[in-house]
């Protein structure tokens, strides 16, 4: 008889675990970059996308502004980013990248392979995981549990 609280077949555990090992390996390809997991993703949006307001990368990435404003003061202190208010707005804050932050953009293109290597998966492999991953958040974020 299986018990259905064993640790070993709870899928939040095995999620929890992969984020954590997943978080590792990036914390590692980053160090040589200057930055932390947190702040390299705040950079991906800022390469892909341009500046953005402080709201909006708080949403781009679901964290809120008590997490996001020391990750933009520390990436700001190391000279990859500045903020000013938006000249539409002047309640927005705009997150703008530097030349410095610009140019980080060159080295951080090893880290998609380097992370790649690290799991031993294939391309496709992992492609068909982060669409897995990505259904499952839709889900769960629709029928939070306990409001089935």
């Known amino acids: 008889m299986s018990d259905e609280l064993s640790l070993d077949r709870q899928v939040c555990f095995a999620l929890y675990a992969a984020s954590r090992a997943v978080t590792q390996a990036y914390r590692s390809a980053l160090e040589s970059l200057g930055l932390t997991y947190p702040q390299y993703l705040v950079m991906l949006v800022l390469w892909e996308r341009g500046p953005a307001t402080v709201k909006d990368l708080g949403i781009a990435l679901d964290l809120d502004s008590g997490t996001l404003s020391p990750l933009l003061k520390r990436l700001e202190a ?71």
């Open 78 to 148: 190391t000279g990859n980013v500045a903020k000013r208010r938006s000249t539409s707005d002047e309640r927005a804050v705009e997150v703008h990248l530097t030349g410095t932050g610009a140019e980080l953009r060159e080295r951080a293109t090893a880290v998609p392979g380097m992370l790649l290597r690290s799991t031993g998966m294939t391309t496709a492999e992992l492609v068909a995981l982060r669409g897995d991953l990505v259904r499952l958040t839709e889900s769960v974020s629709a029928h939070p549990l306990g409001e089935q």
